[in-house]
């Protein structure tokens, strides 16, 4: 069995049939992410309809443009229903700069201060940016905040870093690409007890489907250079990375 912590099903064209798929090859949980209020609303639909479906809410650093204190309180509140299990996915990206980057820090030091509260772990996306993620996580750290840096592509130092701030590395289809020597190694010298796995689909789909659409299920592609690189088998990897997940989303 496998968790997709990290998907964005409402950007997919056939979402019935990618959850089918996803379960027809033992991805027996998703984490459907939200990137701004109406995609919350679409998240937690979701979660309804599908019982392997669980959902965080929040905004997306692209969409922090929309971020205003009532779209955030309506936001919140849906934090209140169970299978809502995380806050996000939230974060900066300084590479696409879709949104300003005063406003990017502020959305994400009020999704800090949701997960804080809520108890709920913040799913977190860094791009050109690690300095002052690194600076606000440090800034915001105690022992309620807890999340995942997402489609991880950092370098060790800085992956350690997230681990000891009580955050968990996921890696994503990247890890599969020939280029990503480097993420490879980073990802062998990390513990397997702090490491998930993630589609992000539609995007970056894994090989051998790479530049085509991605889904949950292949999931396993991820897990299987998991696999090779930790030297264990896709069992173990399989099962390991299931356990993370259901612990830091708290998924029975
Ligand atoms: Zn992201
Ligand atoms: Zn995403």
């Keep these: 069995m496998l968790i997709d912590s990290h998907a964005h099903l409402g950007s997919l064209e056939d979402i019935d049939q990618a959850v089918q798929n996803a379960a027809d090859n033992s991805v027996s949980y998703i984490i459907n992410m939200s990137s701004d209020l109406p ?56 590479y696409y700069d879709f949104s300003p980057r005063e406003i990017q820090k502020e959305s994400l ?93 539609p995007y970056l789909a894994p090989v051998p489907y790479r530049g085509k659409k991605n889904q949950p299920a292949y999931v396993k592609y991820v897990a299987e250079t998991l696999a090779e690189v930790t030297d264990k088998s896709f069992e173990q990897v399989s099962e390991i990375t299931t356990n993370n997940c259901k612990e830091l989303f708290g998924i029975p």
Excluded at 68 to 93: C, H, Q, R, W, Y
């Design 39 to 94: 995609s919350a609303h679409q998240t937690l639909g979701f979660t309804e309809k599908y019982s392997g479906v669980y959902g965080a809410v929040g905004i997306h650093p692209h969409e922090a443009k929309t971020y205003s204190p009532l779209v955030f309180s309506e936001i919140s509140s849906l934090t209140s229903n169970n299978k809502i299990v995380a806050v996000g996915e939230t974060g900066l990206d300084y």
């Design 109 to 201: 030091q009020k999704h800090i201060e949701l997960s804080i509260e809520t108890n709920l772990p913040i799913v977190i996306h860094v791009r050109d940016c690690e300095d002052d993620v690194k600076e606000m996580l440090k800034e915001n750290s105690c022992k309620q905040l807890q999340g995942v840096i997402h489609c991880f592509t950092g370098d060790y130092e800085s992956a350690l870093l997230y681990i000891e701030l009580g955050f968990y590395i996921s890696f994503s289809g990247i890890l599969t690409y020939k280029r990503s020597k480097d993420l490879r190694d980073v990802a062998r010298k990390l513990p397997l007890e702090r490491i998930l796995v993630e589609t992000d689909s």
